[in-house]
């Protein structure tokens, strides 16, 4: 018996192979964003898309803020070019992230997008970090290369 699973037939493994490998060329989950952000020196960048306040509310501890519309050429020169940026919006009713990938990716930077975003980090039981100020982001200076 055939069910809704199954009336559609399985790629074949060669494909399958190929397309989860490019998947995870593109993107990359919270439990791999939380368990590489304890390393003393991370080799990516965590930018959160959302605006200022919902960043001030809560955020992934370490992540900056640069609102999808606010990534241009100009801001991003302040970041190391051959830096990773991990990218995540509210979570998967957001398109912020792909939004924010699409205009690093133009610019020539390595980016990835974390599934789930703040939703997929609050199920995974992880915590979120409050701001002291509204839209706080780290100094260049401070983002140390790969």
Do not use: Q
């Not at 205009?103 to 039981?125: F, Q, Y």
């Amino acid at each position: 018996m055939t069910t809704h699973v199954t009336e559609a037939a399985a790629a074949p493994s060669e494909l399958a192979v190929r397309h989860f490998e490019e998947m995870l060329a593109f993107e990359t989950d919270c439990w791999d964003v939380h368990e590489s952000l304890k390393s003393a020196c991370p080799d990516f960048i965590v930018v959160d898309v959302r605006g200022p306040g919902a960043f001030a509310k809560g955020h992934v501890n370490g992540a900056i803020n640069i609102p999808h519309r606010d990534i241009t050429d100009a801001r991003m020169a302040k970041y190391p070019k051959d830096k990773m940026f991990v990218v995540y919006c509210a979570g998967p009713h957001c398109n912020g992230a792909n939004k924010a990938a699409l205009r690093l990716a133009r610019l020539g930077l390595p980016v990835k997008m974390m599934i789930g975003g703040v939703t997929g980090w609050i199920d995974e039981g992880f915590t979120l970090t409050p701001s002291r100020k509204l839209g706080a982001t780290v100094e260049p200076s401070r983002v140390e290369g790969p």
